[in-house]
C-alpha cells in the first residue's frame, strides 16, 4: 500500500496560480525514478479526471482543458512530482490527488488515494 502525500492547495483569485506537491514516502523513495506518477481531480459532483502524469523518462501528458497552464514536473532530489498551475480558472476547482497509476496506464490509477489538496478558484 502505497498512499502519496498532497499539498500546497489553497484558495486563489482567477488567472493566479499554485504549485501542488507530491511526496513521496520514505519507504519508496529510492525508487521514485522508476515510477509514473500522475494528478488527478475531482470536483463536486462529478468524476475524478486525470489532469496530468509523467512517466519516468520524464514525458508528460496533459488534459486537453489544461494543457498549456498547468506543468507537471519531476524533482528528483526531493523525490516529489510537482504540478505547477497558472491561469486558473473557477472550473479548476477540485481535489487533486496524485496516485501511482497501475502498470504506468493513467486510464487505470491505484487504489491507494491519499486526503488530497483541495484547490478553490473564486473571486
Known amino acids: 500500500q502505497v498512499q502519496l502525500v498532497e499539498s500546497g492547495g489553497g484558495l486563489v483569485q482567477p488567472g493566479g496560480s499554485l504549485r501542488l506537491s507530491c511526496a513521496f514516502p520514505r519507504a519508496i523513495t529510492s525508487t521514485f525514478s522508476t515510477y509514473t506518477v500522475a494528478w488527478y481531480r475531482q470536483a463536486p459532483g462529478k468524476q475524478r479526471e486525470l489532469v496530468a502524469g509523467?512517466?519516468?523518462?520524464?514525458?508528460?501528458t496533459y488534459a486537453d482543458s489544461v494543457k498549456g497552464r498547468f506543468t507537471i514536473s519531476r524533482d528528483s532530489s526531493r523525490k516529489r512530482v510537482l504540478l505547477q498551475m497558472s491561469s486558473l480558472k473557477p472550473e479548476d476547482t477540485a481535489l487533486y490527488y496524485c496516485?501511482?497509476?497501475?502498470?504506468?496506464?493513467?486510464?487505470?490509477?491505484?487504489?491507494?488515494w491519499g486526503q488530497g489538496t483541495q484547490v478553490t478558484v473564486s473571486s
Open positions: 496516485n501511482l497509476p497501475t502498470h504506468g496506464d493513467f486510464q487505470r490509477p491505484s487504489d491507494y
Open positions: 509523467i512517466t519516468p523518462d520524464r514525458t508528460s
